[in-house]
């Protein structure tokens, strides 16, 4: 079958780092995507990973291990703003059909 | 500048109605995906094309859901009948397929109360 796991929450304080974990076991694999989802408004694009290693954009990275079917992402330097659901996702094949975790709700406290 | 557009935003209708959702992709992306979003399974994937053609409907209940691409500015997704388990927020993303990153662009997403 096809699974991806995450947390269902974390919380953490601002200014602090929160590593989000997610395990995947899918049918096809071209490609690791996180997405940041405010309440009540569309998930947008955090970041992709193909190639296993980290990706460094900002306060985010985000690392894939293939052979594991594992990622993370962590968020550094934590603001209020980033409190969200961070979904990741897997594409399946090389046209885009994106499969979605149900999501990890940051919860960012003061 | 450029970004997905679905219509209704929000929509209440009674058991047994037809719904109709549309979705304009942006403009050059050569795919196109429906998702459902609730609080209990999150983001399921309905249906996708690739160039206007449906490529996997298989998380579509086929009784009463369709999904069509009339052409390349226009998506829709119709549930005749609606039931109240169809409540949900859909979304509609686009993409450009076999580019860098492949990322999906999502749309506002359209709220469906079935009651």
């Known amino acids: 079958g096809q699974n991806i796991d995450q947390p269902t929450e974390m919380t953490a304080t601002e200014g602090a780092i929160v590593q989000i974990n997610c395990t995947y076991q899918t049918s096809g694999f071209n490609g690791l995507f996180w997405y940041q989802q405010h309440a009540g408004e569309a998930p947008t694009f955090l970041s992709y990973n193909v190639l296993d290693g980290l990706e460094e954009k900002g306060r985010f990275s985000s690392f894939l291990s293939r052979s594991k079917g594992y990622s993370y992402l962590l968020l550094k330097e934590l603001q209020m703003k980033d409190s969200a659901s961070y979904l990741c996702a897997v594409r399946a094949d090389s046209w885009g059909k994106f499969q979605f975790g149900a999501g990890t709700q940051v919860v960012v406290t003061p | 500048d450029a970004r997905v557009t679905q219509t209704p935003r929000d929509k209440v209708t009674e058991m047994g109605q037809e719904v109709t959702m549309r979705c304009q992709p942006i403009l050059g992306h050569n795919t196109v995906f429906w998702y459902r979003q609730t609080m209990m399974q999150g983001l399921e994937l309905l249906a996708y094309f690739r160039n206007r053609a449906p490529l996997d409907d298989s998380g579509m209940p086929k009784d009463r859901f369709s999904a069509e691409m009339p052409d390349a500015t226009l998506a829709t997704l119709k549930i005749q009948p609606s039931e109240p388990r169809d409540s949900a927020v859909y979304f509609c993303?686009?993409?450009?397929?076999?580019?860098?990153?492949?990322?999906?662009?999502f749309g506002e997403g359209s709220r469906l109360t079935v009651l």
């Open positions: 993303a686009s993409g450009l397929g076999r580019d860098d990153t492949g990322e999906l662009f």
